[in-house]
Nanobody, 129 residues
Framework: QVQLVESGGGSVQAGGALRLSCAVS????????MAWFRQAPGQEREGVAY????????YYADSVTGRFTISRDNAKNTVFLQMNVVKPEDSAVYYC??????????????????????WGQGTQVTVSS
């Protein structure tokens, strides 16, 4: 099993920045990809950023490209989401997710729920205008 704990959420003004962290514990060797998702009230959960562990490749939703950056600290088993130039529409609960190495994975699922086996509890981000 893998446990994921997000932190770093809070309130920020539009145009500001925030960094989210996701601490990974448990069977960390069993996963080979992670992503950040978000869900606003009344909306479906959407993927915003993906990172693979093998080559470190990343992939972003169009809505955050150029503003958000996903990264990983291997030594600390932590994945980050640096959010810059935030907008009110970025307000949501942000979740990190991890995928098992042994699970079938279609690259089209990089920002899809189907690509992940473990989920954190989420951290709230509120952007005021």
């Amino acid at each position: 099993q893998v446990q994921l704990v997000e932190s770093g959420g809070g309130s920020v003004q539009a145009g500001g920045a925030l960094r989210l962290s996701c601490a990974v514990s448990g069977a960390t060797d069993s996963i080979n990809r992670m992503a950040w998702f978000r869900q606003a009230p009344g909306q479906e959960r959407e993927g915003v950023a993906y990172i693979s562990f093998g080559g470190g490749s990343t992939y972003y939703a169009d809505s955050v490209t150029g503003r958000f950056t996903i990264s990983r600290d291997n030594a600390k088993n932590t994945v980050f989401l640096q959010m810059n130039v935030v907008k009110p529409e970025d307000s949501a609960v942000y979740y990190c997710a991890a995928g098992r190495r042994s699970s079938f994975f279609n690259p089209k699922w990089r920002l899809k729920n189907a690509g992940y086996n473990y989920w954190g509890q989420g951290t709230q981000v509120t952007v005021s205008s």
